[in-house]
């Protein structure tokens, strides 16, 4: 193994239009690869399957940022968030993450998403009915984006109308780049988006109704599960992360399969491999890129090398979803793959409990979209696409054109 930690280079457009010719470099060089993030953070990638998956159970690998030894891990997260954003499941272990978790579960399982169906067929046709009939569209503006946020505010019983103020506090507390956001900008973000929480929180605790926030609520005033700190910081988790990865979803796999018209074409002529096809654009170019952090309780050997206590651990799941050990021919798009075991949610006990809500929602939105826009292309080349520069990866515009049609039927 290498023992230069080598640079992922977010300042190169090259690289951030199409990071996997370095991950692949990355993953041949060996299993676990030390390597400078943004900011100038140091980490060891664990880039194979095998070592990801049995990473993403391992104990000694913690979720909480505390447990790093590098103080710029928590120097750089915003005075705000140090202060009073900790206290949810991402950042959590057991026995707190066990706790924590327990008390969303019930609005996530297989039955309550299925009942969320019918729903999320009618926004995302109300939303094509807007743009279907000029024949063009932004399907990151249009669709990918307002789709998501809709969803999970009604969930939570947040008003709509919000949405686009708690999405521009979330862009600029989720900026990733080469260099450091400005800090201040950051912060401000973060009080912003707490006290529209806390305040929305008041308000439900004042008049209560049938949803996910104001059950947290009860569980918080009246049964003690949930402290203040612990109460925010959920809300927060479940507005921002209800969303954000599910719009990379639905604008990359649309646009991975516009860079791919056989594959396009496939699914147009058999809609049954729409749930394969959800599945392999999780593999094949997830919206978590390059992975999952967690951060070393003790030293740990991982693949035959020792990773000291306090380091950043980044289980690179983008690059281990192309590892030719676990996936045949895993840089070819194939929306036929069987057995497509993709760490894109995670593994173990941090495994995304909004998987499938966004396996759903990604169905329903690109079959919608190939169902009722016909001759879809990119308005622009594949060279022209703007992605997102780090951490959360999708277009972040998808310019198309398509024949004209009407309303849903």
Same mark, same amino acid.
């Given at each position: 193994m290498s023992r230069q930690p080598v640079l992922l280079p977010y300042a190169d457009p090259a690289f951030v239009a199409d *990071?996997? +010719?370095?991950?692949?470099?990355?993953?041949?060089?060996?299993?676990?690869?030390?390597a400078v993030l943004a900011g100038g953070l140091d980490a060891w990638l664990v880039t194979r399957y095998e070592d990801g998956l049995a /990473?993403?159970?391992?104990?000694?690998? &913690? &979720?909480?940022?505390r447990d790093a030894s590098d103080p710029r891990l928590i120097q750089q997260l915003p005075r705000f968030e140090r202060e009073s954003m900790m206290s949810n499941m991402l950042r959590s272990d057991p026995p707190d993450h066990t706790r924590l978790r327990r008390l969303v579960s019930k609005a996530f399982t297989a039955r309550r998403v299925a009942e969320l169906g019918p729903r999320i067929q009618e926004i995302t046709d109300r939303l094509l009915d807007a743009v279907a009939p000029a024949g063009r569209a932004d399907l990151v503006a249009d669709l990918a984006l307002p789709l998501p946020v809709t969803v999970i505010c009604e969930l939570l019983g947040v008003p709509v109308d919000d949405r686009h /103020?708690?999405?521009?506090?979330?862009?600029?507390?989720?900026?990733?780049?080469?260099? =450091?956001p400005d800090p201040a900008a950051v912060d401000e973000a973060w009080q912003r988006m707490h006290a529209y929480v806390t305040a929305h929180l008041d308000a439900k605790r004042a008049h209560p109704g049938d949803d996910l926030l104001s059950a947290l609520i009860t569980a918080h005033d009246e049964e003690q599960r949930l402290n203040r700190d612990e109460l925010i910081a959920m809300t927060f988790l479940l507005l921002v992360a209800g969303y954000v990865t599910t719009v990379n979803l639905i604008g990359g796999g649309i646009a991975a399969l516009l860079a791919h018209p056989a594959q396009l074409t496939l699914l147009r002529e058999h809609p049954d491999l729409l749930p394969d096809a959800i599945e392999e654009f999780l593999r094949y170019d997830g919206p978590v890129s390059p992975g999952i952090a967690r951060f070393a309780r003790e030293d740990?050997?991982?693949?035959?090398?020792?990773?000291?206590?306090? /380091?950043? %651990?980044?289980?690179? &799941? !983008?690059?281990?979803?192309?590892?030719?050990?676990?996936? +045949?021919?895993?840089? @070819?798009?194939?929306?036929? @793959?069987?057995?497509?075991?993709?760490? !894109?949610?995670?593994?173990?006990?941090?495994?995304?409990?909004?998987?499938?809500? /966004? @396996?759903?929602?990604? @169905?329903?939105?690109?079959?919608? %979209?190939l169902r009722r826009l016909p001759d =879809?292309? =990119? !308005?622009? &080349? +594949?060279?022209?696409?703007?992605?997102?520069? #780090?951490?959360?990866?999708?277009? !972040?515009?998808? +310019?198309?054109?398509?024949? *004209?049609? #009407?309303?849903?039927?």
């Open positions: *990071p996997f +010719p370095l991950y692949r470099r990355l993953r041949e060089d060996g299993p676990v690869r030390r /990473a993403l159970s391992d104990p000694r690998l &913690s &979720s909480d940022v /103020a708690f999405q521009r506090w979330t862009d600029a507390m989720l900026v990733r780049g080469e260099g =450091l740990v050997d991982i693949a035959g090398v020792t990773v000291p206590r306090g /380091a950043t %651990v980044l289980i690179a &799941s !983008a690059i281990a979803d192309r590892d030719p050990a676990r996936f +045949p021919d895993p840089d @070819r798009l194939d929306i036929t @793959r069987r057995d497509n075991g993709h760490l !894109a949610f995670g593994h173990g006990i941090h495994y995304c409990l909004g998987a499938p809500l /966004a @396996r759903l929602e990604g @169905r329903i939105a690109v079959g919608t %979209v =879809l292309a =990119l !308005a622009v &080349s +594949p060279a022209e696409l703007d992605w997102r520069p #780090g951490g959360l990866r999708g277009p !972040a515009r998808l +310019p198309v054109t398509f024949t *004209p049609g #009407g309303r849903a039927g």
